[in-house]
């Protein structure tokens, strides 16, 4: 039978994992795109968005029962109503549940809002979401400016790297557009803001998580009897693989696009993809050793 601790780390990944993704593509949309091809790139990412919606909605009502099982004594104190309350008020992760329940409210209410209303409605709330988590978990672990500092830095850190991520499912989008005479000119701008936006992203991206290591364990994550360790280190490298195929995208395979060379577009494509797919796995390892101790 799977443990509350297991099920908490896999609703950690789905809740923020959604939050991220959906911060990144509808901040992308409504900051950086024309309106007109936000509203058609939009219009095919309904269904995505309903769905990423709904997944934080049902995460988020679960979360508060985990967390109940977790602390107490198993499964029997996710319904005990006694022991829900007592996380809910009495400690800090029910003080943030809080806000992530009014949060997840009002991504949910975002939902009846008009297309144009609804992108941005949507961005605020999950970035809103996203931001809370940093006030858990091993940001909340200093007290003072130290404190206050490490939690400033995560809430940078996870909005930064949900613009990276996020974004790179309307880019996917995009890409074909540029064969397109009439939409080809909102296209290429479109792209060349989050060509200019990415490498402020991903610079953010890396200050900030050197920052988060380093106060968190004050040096690199080099003692692998620790899993949280072995995990970072694996998160690391991995980011380092993104990054460089970000460079590939943007210094390799876009020059060659722009010159017709008729290959640079699946490569690109196939590139921000792997870039995606690695970003759901960082998201997975910070889902679980974002629950154990450093050292």
């Known amino acids: 039978m799977i443990t509350p601790q297991t099920a908490l780390v896999l609703c950690r990944f789905l809740l923020f994992g959604a939050a991220m993704l959906l911060w990144g593509t509808f901040a ?8 007109d091809l936000a509203r058609r790139i939009g219009g095919r990412l309904q269904i995505y968005a309903f769905f990423g919606i709904a997944v934080v909605v049902a995460t988020t009502a679960v979360l508060l029962p985990l967390r109940a099982a977790v602390v107490g004594e198993g499964w029997s104190d996710a319904i005990d109503p006694l022991t829900i309350v007592a996380v809910l008020f009495d400690t800090n992760v029910g003080w943030v549940w809080q806000l992530q329940a009014a949060a997840a409210a009002l991504l949910g209410l975002s939902g009846l809002l008009s297309a144009h209303r609804r992108q941005a ?27 206050f500092a490490h939690q400033l830095n995560d809430i940078v ?10 974004a790179l499912l309307p880019v996917l989008l995009l890409l ?15 792209l060349i803001r989050f060509s200019n936006a990415g490498h402020a992203a991903v610079a953010i991206v890396l200050l900030t998580g050197i920052a ?23 998160k690391i490298v991995l980011v380092i693989v993104m ?42 390892l910070v889902a679980w050793f974002g629950t154990l101790a450093p050292t």
């Open 176 to 190: 074909p557009l540029l064969s397109d005479l009439k939409l080809a000119p909102e296209a290429r701008t479109a």
């Open 121 to 147: 409605a949507v961005a605020v709330s999950s970035g809103l979401l996203l931001a809370s988590q940093a006030f858990t978990g091993h940001a909340a672990m200093n007290q003072g400016w130290i404190g």
């Open 157 to 166: 850190h996870l909005l930064s790297g949900g613009a990276w991520l996020g």
């Open 212 to 234: 988060n290591m380093m106060l968190i364990l004050g040096s690199l994550p080099l003692d692998w009897s620790f899993p949280y360790q072995v995990m970072l280190s694996i």
């Open 243 to 284: 990054v460089t195929l970000a460079i590939a995208n943007r210094y390799l395979f876009v020059p060659r696009l722009s010159r017709g060379m008729p290959w640079a577009r699946e490569a690109i494509v196939r590139a921000t993809l792997a870039e995606v797919v690695l970003g759901l796995v960082v998201l997975a």
């Open 28 to 35: 992308y949309l409504s900051a950086l795109v024309p309106t």
